[in-house]
């Protein structure tokens, strides 16, 4: 049996003494959701329909994979809101989820001029809050 073989039946036995989520097995499901995003967006779109891979993953928001963009931005984003640890680390999780959920709501484009500029903001803050 691999190694991979063996963490997933000790994590599978885990599971069944404690059926909940642990803050630590979140994390790890958020972070992947987080990293997986480009390739469930890309795969998904070709997959859906898309002719080409878009140049950035903001215009995936206007594909048919645009429900799953805000979907996934969403949830990360009330993640990060409710996750509690030290005080400097709920502030940073804090103002990533609200800068998680703005990407989702405020689109790249817009008759407004000013909705592409919060969008942009709030993607710059999201991905440097989550290099801390």
């Known amino acids: ?4 073989q063996k963490t997933l ?4 036995s885990q599971r069944e003494e404690n059926p909940s989520l ?3 097995e979140l994390r790890r499901l958020v972070g992947l959701t987080g990293i997986l995003l480009p390739v469930i967006l890309v795969v998904g779109g070709l997959i859906a329909g898309n ?8 215009d995936y928001y206007f594909s048919n994979m645009g429900d799953v963009f805000v979907g996934i931005l969403v949830a990360i984003g009330f993640f990060l809101y409710s996750y509690k640890c030290t005080k ?4 940073f999780a804090n ?5 998680a ?6 689109p790249t484009e817009s008759p407004f001029p ?10 710059l803050t999201f991905f440097c809050l989550m290099a801390y």
């Not at 049996?1 to 991979?4: D, I, Y």
């Not at 039946?9 to 599978?12: D, F, H, P």
């Not at 400097?88 to 502030?91: G, H, K, P, S, T």
């Open 1 to 4: 049996m691999n190694k991979l």
């Open 9 to 12: 039946q000790q994590w599978g």
């Open 22 to 24: 642990s803050y630590k």
């Open 51 to 58: 002719a080409k891979i878009l140049p950035t993953i903001s």
């Open 88 to 91: 400097l680390d709920n502030w």
């Open 95 to 99: 103002a990533a989820g609200i800068a």
């Open 101 to 106: 959920v703005t990407v989702a709501i405020f």
């Open 114 to 123: 000013a909705v592409p500029q919060i969008h942009l903001f709030a993607a």
